[in-house]
């Protein structure tokens, strides 16, 4: 008897499907139906593959690669080889799960998971819940835990205690990467290779991939991004920031966005990107870059600063 394939199962056939019947279009670019490539190069480690790497069983398949994470409501755009999609996304994926749990528990979403010790207790585990319209928040032990329960209730007859919170809100610079990393494929998803073949790109993936250029500062904002869509946007104002705005909009129930400055294509972008710094930079204004106006031309990412 056949197998029942789960929902998500028939979405990615679906999805390698359409990669198959087309593979020239995952490029990004129409033009290499002329000269007849029939090539991918996976944009992180730059290595070549070819349509049979769509099938799992190989080695080195390509897989689908969701920008942002799925768990931040992103969603499946492009392809990277299973090596790079498992070695870094899975860490970065991981972190900034973390990081949004927790974000959404503090507005009122979910419980959030921490650890606790009350004055000389050794730590147990808890869970925070916060009613944001009530302005109150609510921690609760282990109930099958007996130590953390006695604990607690000591804290409350007597009124008082010295208590020590760990909680983790994931990595910091994981999540500043995580964040660049997506930043960085999107852009992928929206130029195709002129961008990640220009020295824009190669400086942002030489950070990445390479574990070079360690001047290299993630800027990410968020302040001021509530009414901005999910894209990328053209630094317009003030002109010497020669940089794109990426916005992700992260979570269903609970929205944030969240934006990451990359530099644009050019040698002198990167300069200006050098000397960016998040936290004196004052207002700017943005113009959104709508991809269906640039999928017939390739090397729009340069002539936008012409």
């Known amino acids: ?11 990615r056939e679906s999805i390698f499907n359409e990669f198959s019947r087309n593979f020239s279009l995952v490029m990004n670019n129409p033009h290499l139906n002329i000269i007849n490539i029939d ?20 080695e080195n398949p390509l897989t689908i690669e969701d920008v942002p994470p799925k768990k ?8 990277t080889c299973k090596k790079c ?10 972190e900034l799960s973390k990081w949004f749990k927790a974000y959404c528990a503090l507005e009122g979403k979910g419980e959030l998971d921490f650890k606790m010790a009350i004055d000389s207790s050794r730590t147990f585990k808890a869970k925070l819940e916060r009613d944001v319209d009530n302005k109150t928040t609510s921690i609760n032990s282990n109930k099958k835990n007996p130590y953390a329960q006695d604990n607690v209730s000591i804290m409350h007859s007597e009124g008082k205690a010295k208590v020590n919170f760990l909680f ?34 190669k400086y942002v993936r030489d950070y990445l991939v390479l574990n070079k250029n360690q001047e290299l500062k993630p800027l990410i904002i968020s302040d001021k991004l509530e009414n901005f869509d999910q894209g990328i946007y053209k630094i317009s104002f003030p002109k010497d920031i020669t940089s794109f705005l990426v916005v992700f909009k992260l979570g ?10 990359l530099p644009g294509p050019k040698d002198e972008h990167i300069e200006n990107f050098k000397f ?3 936290e004196k930079i004052g207002p700017l204004k943005f113009l959104q870059i ?16 012409q």
């Open 252 to 261: 269903s129930e609970i929205t944030r966005n969240v934006g990451v400055i």
């Open 39 to 58: 090539f991918y190069i996976c944009p992180l480690c730059f290595d070549s593959f070819t349509e049979q790497h769509l099938n799992q069983a190989v």
């Open 1 to 11: 008897m056949r197998k029942l394939m789960s929902r998500g199962a028939k979405i």
């Open 85 to 94: 999609n498992n070695i870094r996304g899975s860490i970065y994926d991981s």
């Open 276 to 278: 960016i710094d998040k």
């Open 72 to 79: 931040l409501n992103g969603k499946p755009l492009l392809l």
């Open 168 to 201: 983790d809100f994931g990595d910091a610079k994981k999540i500043d990467d995580g964040f660049l990393r997506f930043a960085y494929l999107y852009a992928f998803y929206y130029f195709g290779y002129a961008y990640i073949f220009s020295t824009g790109g």
């Open 290 to 305: 709508i991809k269906q106006d640039i999928n017939d031309k390739p090397f729009v990412c340069y002539k936008l600063w």
